[in-house]
């Protein structure tokens, strides 16, 4: 079975850097497009980043473009989201996805993911 583990999230003030990492097992990581979402209390999913299969394609959310870069490592099934000069309203839970295709489109909801793991929390204070 499918399992994914979701790390890195924790509590920083405004301005300051988180990196969180996904490792997944189970599925042919290099098969799938692997994608972070994010979840605030009350609210329906963002997609925060998208990268196809190889990793070489890359989509970024608009409220994070700029300030995330994600990663891939097919070697090690591993994702990563750097995320720079967090903001208050970055605060949510944020999950690794698994696509369902290969590859991202312009907009990639998360009907076309499965998210395996619990996720993990990242809180932003002023």
């Known amino acids: 079975q499918v399992q994914v583990v979701e790390s890195g999230g924790g509590l920083v003030q405004a301005g300051m850097s988180l990196k969180l990492s996904c490792t997944a097992s189970g599925l042919i990581y290099r098969d799938h497009a692997m994608a972070w979402f994010r979840q605030a209390p009350g609210k329906d999913y963002e997609a925060v980043s998208c990268?196809?299969?190889?990793?070489?394609?890359?989509r970024y959310g608009g409220s994070v473009m700029g300030r995330v870069a994600s990663s891939r490592d097919n070697a090690k099934n591993t994702l990563d989201l750097q995320m720079n000069n967090l903001k208050v309203e970055d605060t949510a839970r944020y999950y690794c996805a698994v696509g369902h295709y290969s590859s991202c489109g312009v907009v990639w909801p998360v009907s076309e993911f499965d998210l395996y793991g619990q996720g993990t929390q990242v809180t932003v204070s002023s």
């Open positions: 990268l196809d299969n190889t990793g070489y394609s890359r």
